[in-house]
């Protein structure tokens, strides 16, 4: 799903075969090889091998034989929940027949895993046939790894005794292998694609310099209007103008003045351009008044803001000022009420002492009286007194 774009140039061999009177059909065919999705054929991404027992040391490859040295095993733990590589001492390798004998058995609890290349049966020798094809091309240059499998010692080694097509996929060897040899292989390849079409009936004219000039500049005028929407009266104007100058230089190029039909195109583009640039002026305008309208706005929110924090402190103030002020008159009451209840006192201990004098004064009296009766008892006797 990538892009590209193919730019390609030829001389017309004369006018006998184009010439600009009239137009030519024409074909494109493109054939690629989508080198971005390359893969190894017959790869083992992920081969869960075997559970491990601590006992058994011999295990299987799922596909044989491997390409030697590609292997990767694992140890799996799902207890642990670990990963161990092996390491290629532990171990040994029959590329054959994919068979793995462990040194030491692996711990229980382990599950192996294993990662590995193996090869493609490419066809087995008979002492004359030099020549073998892969499954599948084109291959990735370099890419490939050519085995003989001796059937007689059971080993299987690489060779570089040949020569390979990288487009077709043939090996032809230099010595034609053996009855007893099998040969395989292990190689990247590319998918191959191919498009074909047609760009209609009559599309390729033969141009010149202002003919082509002219189109290279409708190509810009169209481009320039992508969109572009003109909203002020000035670039409304500017781009009237410049579709003014595109419709002269159509009608100039179909009357076959190419060099009339560039001025024009080059009009139209120069008033396009002012008619962006107006609009360009008049969106920024447009936004500068955008935020000063902002700023504006928010001077007045901050200016409410301050007012109303001005207000509520004088609020508070003036709390505070009345409440002192009936705090003092409180004082006050209370002092003139602790006044009026000394005096109430005073007085009315004075009237209680007045009636304890008055008292005082009588009973003085009513003695002074019987104490003059005695006297007057006394002298006379008791019988004169009666």
């Not at 007045?354 to 008292?359: H, K, M, P, Y």
Request: charged fraction near 20%; hydrophobic fraction near 40%; proline fraction near 3%.
């Amino acid at each position: 799903y990538e892009y590209g774009t193919a730019a390609f140039e030829f001389t017309v061999p004369g006018t006998d075969v184009a010439t600009n009177a009239w137009q030519h059909s024409w074909e494109i065919v493109f054939t690629w090889q989508t080198q971005g999705y390359t893969y190894v054929r017959y790869y083992q991404a992920w081969e869960e091998v075997a559970d491990c027992n601590g006992v058994m040391d011999t295990f299987h490859l799922d596909a044989a034989p491997v390409v030697p040295d590609s292997e990767h095993l694992f140890l799996v733990n799902w207890g642990t929940e670990t990963i161990s590589p092996v390491t290629n001492t532990a171990y040994d390798l029959d590329d054959a027949t994919g068979t793995v004998e462990f040194d030491t058995p692996p711990a229980a609890g382990n599950t192996l895993y294993a990662q590995y290349t193996y090869a493609e049966y490419c066809g087995t020798g008979d002492g004359y046939n030099t020549v073998f094809w892969l499954d599948e091309s084109p291959i990735k240059p370099d890419s490939e790894i050519v085995l003989l499998y001796d059937d007689i010692t059971g080993n299987i080694a690489r060779t570089t005794d040949y020569t390979i097509d990288d487009d077709t996929g043939k090996i032809v060897f230099t010595t034609a292998p053996l009855p007893y040899q099998t040969v395989y292989a292990s190689y990247e390849v590319y998918g191959t694609s191919e498009w074909y079409t047609t760009w209609g009936d009559s599309n390729f004219v033969v141009l010149s310099a202002d003919q082509a000039e002219v189109r290279l500049l409708g190509i810009q005028y169209e481009q320039m209007w992508y969109y572009f929407e003109p909203d002020c009266v000035a670039a409304e104007n500017y781009a009237a103008t410049a579709e003014a100058h595109e419709d002269n230089a159509e009608d100039a190029w179909y009357r076959g003045d190419f060099a009339t039909a560039k001025t024009e195109m080059q009009a139209a583009i120069a008033a396009l351009q002012q008619a962006k640039d107006a609009e360009l002026a008049f969106d920024q305008a447009w936004e500068d008044r955008d935020v000063a309208w902002d700023e504006a706005y928010l001077a007045e929110q901050e200016a409410e803001t301050a007012w109303d924090e001005a207000n509520a402190a004088y609020v508070e103030a003036q709390t505070n000022a009345l409440n002192q002020t009936l705090e003092a008159e409180k004082e006050l009451l209370e002092a003139r009420a602790k006044e009026a209840k000394g005096h109430g006192a005073m007085w009315s201990n004075l009237g209680v002492f007045t009636i304890l004098l008055g008292v005082g004064v009588l009973l003085a009296g009513i003695a002074g009286i019987l104490w003059a009766f005695s006297r007057y008892v006394a002298a006379k006797g008791p019988k004169q007194a009666m």
